[in-house]
C-alpha cells in the first residue's frame, strides 16, 4: 500500500471520529484533503469514503443526522442536506 493510500485511509478515520463528534467542519476538511491527495497522486478513493461522503458540499454523511437514506427500486438513495442525491445499486 502506497503512503498516499495510508492517508487517505487515516483521513477517512479521522473524518468519522470527527463527525461522530459533530465536529462537522474538522470532519469536512479531512474530507477534503482525502480527495485532493487522490487527485495528485491518481488513486481512487475507497468505496466507503465515497460512499459516506457528499460530492457536492463534502461533508461526511451521517444517516439520520445530516443525510436521509432510502431504500427506491433497487438502489439506497442518500440525499445531504445541502440537497444532493448519491444513488447505488443493491441486490
Known amino acids: 500500500m502506497s503512503v498516499a493510500a ?3 485511509d ?15 467542519e474538522r470532519a469536512r476538511r479531512y474530507v477534503r484533503r482525502a480527495r485532493r491527495i487522490a ?18 458540499c463534502d461533508a461526511y454523511l451521517r444517516p439520520g443526522e445530516n443525510a436521509r437514506v432510502r431504500l427506491q427500486n433497487g438502489h439506497v438513495v442518500i440525499t445531504c442536506d445541502c440537497g444532493e442525491h448519491a444513488r447505488y445499486p443493491y441486490e
Open 10 to 24: 487515516r483521513l477517512h478515520e479521522l473524518a468519522r471520529e470527527a463527525a461522530a463528534a459533530r465536529r462537522d
Open 6 to 8: 495510508e492517508r487517505i
Open 39 to 56: 487527485e495528485r497522486n491518481r488513486l481512487g478513493l475507497p468505496r466507503a469514503f465515497v460512499r459516506f461522503t457528499c460530492d457536492r
